[in-house]
């Protein structure tokens, strides 16, 4: 009789006291792998929670659908920033002409050997960033990571740094123009 009154007790205890509220957080930051690691689903899923600002900065972007991703944020008024290197300028397809035919201000960076991020920063709150490019290579043949990071003081920092990079680039004005 003692036993099941034992067990009775015991699992009323711990429905109501969680062993570990840290357990129950959800960590601020979140962690893909490619090949089809679900990198592109990620960046679109924040793309589409964006309220105010997404502001990228790529060495490499050609993947439709993360550009069909920020057209879709522009149109519904979120302020989308893009910052390119500049061999974006000479590669057969980019989404540079693109973005900028949608009406999206989209900027190319030729002060460096090579502008090597992979970075977004949405709403000032949230950064992804990591080795996978805004490509369709990467999501399906390469083995790259991103990382998805929820921190307004880090995305403070990024967005610093975008803007220290948008200072020294050029407005891309497209492709024979």
Not at 40 to 66: C, H, M, N, R, W
Not at 86 to 99: E, I, N
Not at 146 to 162: F, H, M, Q, S, T
Request: proline fraction near 5%; charge should be positive.
């Amino acid at each position: 009789m003692k036993r099941p009154l034992y067990i009775f007790f015991l699992t009323i205890f711990l429905l109501t006291f969680p062993l570990s509220p840290i357990a129950q957080e959800k960590p601020p930051w979140s962690v893909y792998f490619s090949p089809h690691g679900g990198c592109t689903g990620a960046i679109i899923k924040e793309i589409d929670k964006a309220k105010a600002t997404v502001l990228i900065q790529a060495y490499s972007f050609t993947s439709a659908p993360i550009g069909k991703g920020l057209l879709n944020a522009h149109k519904r008024g979120v302020q989308v920033q893009v910052l390119l290197d500049k061999s974006q300028v000479s590669h057969k397809y980019s989404s540079a002409t693109f973005l900028i035919n949608q009406g999206i201000p989209t900027r190319i960076d030729s002060a460096h050997a090579i502008a090597h991020n992979k970075v977004m920063v949405i709403d000032g709150e949230t950064v992804i960033t990591g080795s996978f490019n805004f490509t369709k290579a990467a999501e399906e043949n390469n083995a790259e990571n991103l990382l998805v990071i929820r921190d307004k003081n880090l995305a403070g920092l990024y967005a610093e740094n975008w803007q220290e990079h948008t200072n020294h680039s050029e407005v891309y004005a497209g492709r024979g123009r």
